[in-house]
């Protein structure tokens, strides 16, 4: 059949048209980019009671890739392991498919005793030179607290002010330094936001932690906007097929900003079987990717 050239450049016009129609298939939109976040794991409690040889292994035979190691838990990753045991660490790790993604610390910067405040910040550096030693990319710390006693302003600058000046020092040790969204009222994204701001460092970056706050004030996607820009290679979820946080629309906005970092499972239950439920996590996060 033939067919004249008004027809096919009409008909080719028809088609291009189409295609940028919506799909009414019901499917959701989905990205042509592939995610390049990837699967990792906390030791906050489904590992805490494991070595560093069991670790490697129970989450070399689950496919997940990453740890951030919880400091004071049985792996005992600790500032007072000398030279020869750091090298141990990270020969460890370097020979496994497990990487150290970094260390889960508990220190925080909100203290009004400043030399509660000062001791902290010795602390953390200590755990910063020990994630380079043993081949980690980071160290998380939190804000815990606000205080009655001080204004709400100064809590979160003095918070602030102690990133900014530990982020340029974890930048000469290659490590990135990661606040946590914690603490009862400091985890409101509203004052995250305030904290980074008086941080301003470019090595100062947060660690998402999927709280109920989260959906707070004008919701999760207000939230996530606020702070977005601060993410680090880190971001802390439970179980991912639990329903009482939006865990598909958490990965959406990470797959929307081309998130590269690590989503790291931070599971707050207590299973008999951890090994099957890991294999079970790690099963979810594939199907959520597979959407991609």
């Known amino acids: 059949m033939h067919i004249d050239r008004k027809t096919f450049l009409q ?6 048209g189409a295609a940028l129609l919506p799909d009414f298939t019901g499917a959701e939109p989905l990205h042509w980019k592939k995610p390049k976040m990837q699967l990792g794991f906390v030791t906050y409690l489904w590992g805490k009671d494991w070595d560093v040889p069991t670790l490697i292994k129970n989450l070399s035979d689950t496919h997940i890739t990453g740890v951030e190691l919880r400091v004071e838990h049985a792996h005992k990753v600790m500032p007072d392991l000398t ?3 750091r090298k141990a660490v990270k020969q460890q790790f370097a020979d496994s498919p497990v990487k150290i993604v970094g260390l889960g610390t508990n220190q925080q910067y909100d203290y009004p005793d400043q030399d509660k405040l000062k001791a902290s910040i010795e ?3 200590e755990f910063i030179r020990l994630g380079a030693d043993i081949g980690g990319t980071g160290v998380k710390v939190k804000p815990n607290a606000l ?3 001080v ?3 100064k809590t979160l600058e003095q918070i602030g002010l102690a990133l900014r000046g530990l982020a340029g020092y974890a930048a000469d040790f290659g490590q990135q330094l990661r606040l946590e969204v914690h603490g009862e009222e400091t985890q409101e994204l509203p004052n995250i936001r305030k904290i980074m701001d008086y941080a301003d460092h470019r090595n100062a970056k947060i660690c998402w932690n999927c709280n109920k706050q989260d959906l707070n004030g004008q919701g999760f996607q207000s939230n996530f906007d606020l702070v977005k ?3 680090g290679d880190t971001c802390h979820v439970r179980e991912l097929d639990r329903t009482d946080y939006p865990y598909p629309e958490l990965i959406d906005n990470l ?3 081309d998130y590269k970092g690590w989503v790291l499972l931070e599971c707050h239950t207590n299973p008999d079987d951890k090994i099957g439920s890991l ?3 790690r099963q979810v996060f594939d199907k959520m990717m597979a959407k991609y």
Request: net charge positive; aromatic share 8%.
């Open 11 to 16: 008909n080719l016009s028809i088609a291009a």
């Open 83 to 85: 030279p020869e045991q």
């Open 123 to 125: 602390r953390t550096k």
């Open 147 to 149: 205080h009655k006693e």
């Open 151 to 153: 204004p709400t302003e």
């Open 229 to 231: 820009k601060y993410f």
């Open 255 to 257: 797959a929307k900003m």
């Open 279 to 281: 294999h079970q996590q």
